[in-house]
């Protein structure tokens, strides 16, 4: 094997030959070298700890590869068989992997000589393993949160947004923070378990994006946005956050978050990527840490199409790890307050003060 190995040799016993094989089972579990490890100069694409970032992200951490060796030197063609039944264990439901389509044979660096020397395999397929949103779960796994500095209104997330408490399950599907028994259902070292027990509340997401528009300048306004891990059994490292509206062409700093525009229209700029950074904040923690993740955003004006009017200052989309968040709906949006009743009551002061006067006047005849 090459940019990879087996968490178990097996029986070797009936190899005579020297040395033996890398792994003797018929079940092989295949893991990840751990970044800098062996082989990380040999075989491109490998070592990535079980880590993969987004292609947005970092392009040269988002593919994973190995190679391996099927049979052994002496063995005919004939007997070589494709390998079956793959199995990816993932931190979650979603992953499949297609079948084994033989290519070229590959041919591996020699480790013990200086490099120039290559070994051949005698067969190689290609496996390809993908990800599916769908294949995931049909309930959306994130939600949006608006609030703004000109309203004190707070949207929260729709009810039942990712799913509705059920509590007749065995275990329950949410857990409730002060709950005395949090410490038992939540064991201290283990994280990345695919059954997401959430913290309590009317939506159910494990993930909570607030998008709040906190201060509004001459020439410039600013945006807070916190996700909120709310998943007790998983954090999320390396996450990614991308939103969109249409000022994000006019973006002028972000704080605490790399950012990258994406262009998927070309001429239109308005969607924007953000990640944290690397052992600062790219590491978003369970609820039992009270994991969470901040920013600010600060836009500049533009005179033709700024306002605050009709929720335009809100996303209009927003994605968690490429999983489409729940928005809330559209007239439930916070709203510029109504001025109306003020610009009247600035209007019926005179007309009270000159009433006044005139009894007065009256009053004193």
């Known amino acids: 094997m090459a940019g990879a190995q087996t968490t178990e ?3 070797c016993s009936r190899f005579r030959e020297e040395p033996p094989p890398h792994c003797c089972r018929t079940d092989p579990e295949v893991v990840d070298f751990l970044p800098g490890a062996a082989y990380s100069k040999q075989t491109p694409n490998c070592c990535k700890g079980g880590v993969l970032s987004s292609w947005g992200q970092n392009p040269a951490n988002a593919i994973a590869t190995f190679d391996v060796t099927v049979g052994q030197a002496g063995i005919s063609n004939s007997s070589v068989k494709a390998p079956t039944n793959f199995t990816l264990k993932a931190p979650g439901p979603g992953y499949t992997c297609g079948p084994a389509k033989e290519v070229e044979p590959t041919k591996f660096i020699d480790k013990d000589g200086d490099g120039r020397r290559t070994t051949q395999a005698i067969k190689t397929w290609n496996v390809t393993c993908t990800y599916s949103q769908f294949g995931a779960g049909r309930s959306p796994t994130c939600c949006v949160v608006l609030s703004s500095f ?6 929260d997330c729709n009810k039942c947004s990712c799913g509705c408490q059920d509590n007749s ?12 028994y949090l410490a038992s259902v939540v064991p201290g070292d283990s994280t990345n378990i695919p059954v997401p027990l959430v913290q309590c509340s009317p939506h159910m997401c494990p993930i909570r994006v607030h998008w709040h528009v906190k201060a509004n300048y001459k020439e410039y306004w600013r945006v807070k946005i916190t996700a909120t891990n709310l998943n007790y059994l998983m954090n999320y490292s390396q996450w990614n956050l991308v939103a969109q509206h249409p000022n994000f062409n006019n973006l002028t700093t972000i704080f605490s978050f790399r950012y990258k ?3 998927p229209y070309g001429t239109i700029n308005d969607t924007g990527m953000m990640w944290g950074i690397k052992y600062y ?7 039992q840490h009270n994991g969470n993740v901040q920013s600010e955003l600060l836009f500049r004006k533009d005179p033709a199409t700024f306002t605050f009017q009709k929720g335009w200052a809100f996303p209009r989309r927003v994605y968690f790890n490429g999983e489409n968040c729940v928005m809330p709906p559209p007239d439930a949006y916070p709203w510029l307050p109504n001025d109306s009743h003020r610009l009247s009551a600035s209007l019926t002061i005179p007309f009270i003060t000159v009433w006044a006067a005139l009894a007065f006047f009256l009053v004193h005849v």
Request: net charge negative.
């Open 9 to 11: 040799q097996g029986d």
């Open 150 to 155: 000109y309203n004190s209104t707070i949207v």
């Open 169 to 180: 399950t065995n275990p329950v599907s949410c857990i409730k923070p002060n709950s005395p």
């Open 261 to 263: 525009d994406l262009n």
């Open 281 to 287: 904040n790219d590491l978003l923690m369970t609820a």
